[in-house]
């Protein structure tokens, strides 16, 4: 059995890279679903049923747990997976509450009512069907009081990435903290609530100024996941070897990954 990590496309290997880092003992099995991305365009019932299909094949080849490395997908289908109700032994995770427990100061897995946090001002940088969905605003809402987000759909970025466009993309991020900026002037924090965008983690900063607090998923993903297996350490099960599997062109999408991942990474076409 692996854990089982699934994205729209390439940016879940930001998460996966953490992931592997923090947690060498566990292997994990990668899904990208290359040939549909990008999702954030998508809407939330396509974005469903695609999410919907690939966690059931992950759960098919033996992953007992699958890790949603995408916020579009966690946005638009988590909720509704749940509702329908997960088969025996099989469970599915995203990647917004690590992020909001990290925000808003709490233990991993805490659920007590919602409080006053330090953070008044949050920044909120994701694509257009997360920022449609408020399920960000949503989350936060279970666990801080008084907290202001401004969210920013950051339109095109996710294909300039895809399309190993960095000059585009950062271009394009640079355009959209303006805008960001322009609605509220002083955010404490800014969120990167898409797994592409760790990949320009500095160009947010850069853009942002160095008093405004950047908070990326993948670390905080890693520590949550890890907190997790300590107290369910059956569901990570016996060692299989690490796979990389894609719906699109696996040469493309090797050549691609071992730019981001800075290794040889060799996707299989499913
Ligand atoms: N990287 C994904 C996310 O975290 C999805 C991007 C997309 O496919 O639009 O939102």
């Known amino acids: 059995m692996a854990v089982g990590v699934f994205d729209s496309g390439l940016g879940g290997l930001t998460v996966l890279a953490a992931l592997q880092e923090r947690l060498p003992q566990v292997d994990f099995i990668y899904l990208g679903d290359n040939a549909h991305t990008p999702y954030g365009v998508r809407d939330a019932d396509d974005i469903h049923h695609l999410t919907r299909g690939h966690v059931r094949t992950l759960w098919d080849m033996g992953c007992d747990l699958v890790i949603l490395a995408?916020?579009?997908?966690?946005a638009a289908a988590l909720r509704r997976m749940q509702e329908e109700g997960v088969p025996a032994g099989k469970r599915v995770?995203?990647?917004?509450?690590?992020l909001i427990e990290a925000l808003t100061?709490?233990?991993?897995?805490?659920?007590?009512?919602?409080?006053?946090?330090?953070?008044?001002n949050v920044a909120l940088f994701?694509?257009?069907?997360?920022?449609?969905?408020?399920a960000f605003q949503r989350e936060l809402a279970f666990r801080a009081i008084g907290v202001d987000v401004e969210a920013q759909a950051c339109g095109g970025v996710v294909d300039a990435i895809e399309e190993g466009d960095m000059i585009l993309a950062e271009a394009l991020v640079r355009s959209h903290v303006e805008a960001l900026?322009?609605?509220?002037?002083?955010p404490e924090a800014a969120v990167l609530g898409c797994t592409h965008y760790p990949l320009l983690e500095d160009v947010f900063q850069a853009?942002?100024?160095?008093q405004v607090t950047v908070y990326s998923q993948p670390r905080l993903v890693a520590e949550s996941l890890?907190?997790?297996?300590?107290?369910?350490?059956?569901?990570?099960?016996?060692?299989v070897p690490a796979r990389y599997l894609t719906t699109g062109d696996a040469r493309r999408v090797s050549d691609r990954a071992t730019r981001f991942l800075r290794r040889?990474?060799?996707f299989e076409h499913i």
């Open 70 to 74: 995408c916020n579009t997908a966690s």
């Open 105 to 120: 100061e709490r233990q991993w897995g805490d659920n007590s009512p919602p409080r006053e946090v330090a953070v008044r």
């Open 264 to 266: 040889q990474t060799q």
């Open 93 to 98: 995770l995203g990647v917004f509450v690590p």
């Open 181 to 186: 900026l322009r609605k509220m002037p002083h």
């Open 226 to 239: 890890a907190d997790y297996l300590a107290r369910h350490p059956d569901i990570a099960g016996e060692g």
């Open 207 to 210: 853009a942002l100024g160095p």
């Open 126 to 134: 994701a694509t257009p069907a997360t920022v449609a969905s408020r």
